[in-house]
């Protein structure tokens, strides 16, 4: 019988092509930009998806603290976090918190956004947030990425 065979095929590290992408966060809406990020980080863009492999990319986003949140949000959303102990639970603002450190409002948003796995965290170590246009990741000659282009 003369059939054709079709088997699918699953990436692997060993197979897997990692590129490294710049993204400028200026004037960006907080959420669509996390969401897109979360979606390269995991590889979803890529015809070689396979879910349980880091088959993304890795992610340079710059100018953090240029990024925008719609409505009150920069008030009126609250990060909360606690120390363990009775009593200690702290509540800060996406205001306060780009005033101490800008590039945490764009982790917090992209790690939300990837699985609470060993995966997630792995994937998370792919991605690196700075404040300001300079990144120390010349050597790996990263491509721009043109967030419009990515349709999730």
């Not at 490294?20 to 015809?47: C, E, M, N, S």
């Not at 796995?117 to 790996?140: D, I, P, T």
Request: glycine share 8%; hydrophobic share 35%; with cysteine.
């Amino acid at each position: 019988m003369d059939t054709l065979s079709y088997k699918t095929v699953s990436a692997n590290k060993a197979t897997v092509q990692k590129e490294w992408l710049v993204v400028d966060a200026t004037d960006q809406i907080l959420g669509r930009l996390a969401a897109k990020v979360a979606y390269v980080l995991r590889g979803k863009h890529k015809p070689s998806f396979t879910p349980h492999v880091d088959c993304g990319d890795n992610v340079i986003i710059i100018n953090a603290e240029k990024i925008a949140l719609t409505g009150n949000k920069m008030v009126e959303k609250q990060y909360v976090s606690h120390s363990g102990y009775p009593g200690g639970q702290r509540m800060t603002t996406p205001e306060e918190l780009l005033r101490k450190k800008p590039f945490a409002v764009v982790e917090n948003a992209v790690k939300g956004m990837l699985p609470k796995s060993r995966l997630g965290r792995e994937l998370f170590r792919n991605l690196h947030v700075y404040v300001g246009s300079e990144h120390g990741h010349e050597a790996q000659k990263p491509k721009v990425l043109d967030l419009n282009s990515i349709k999730e």
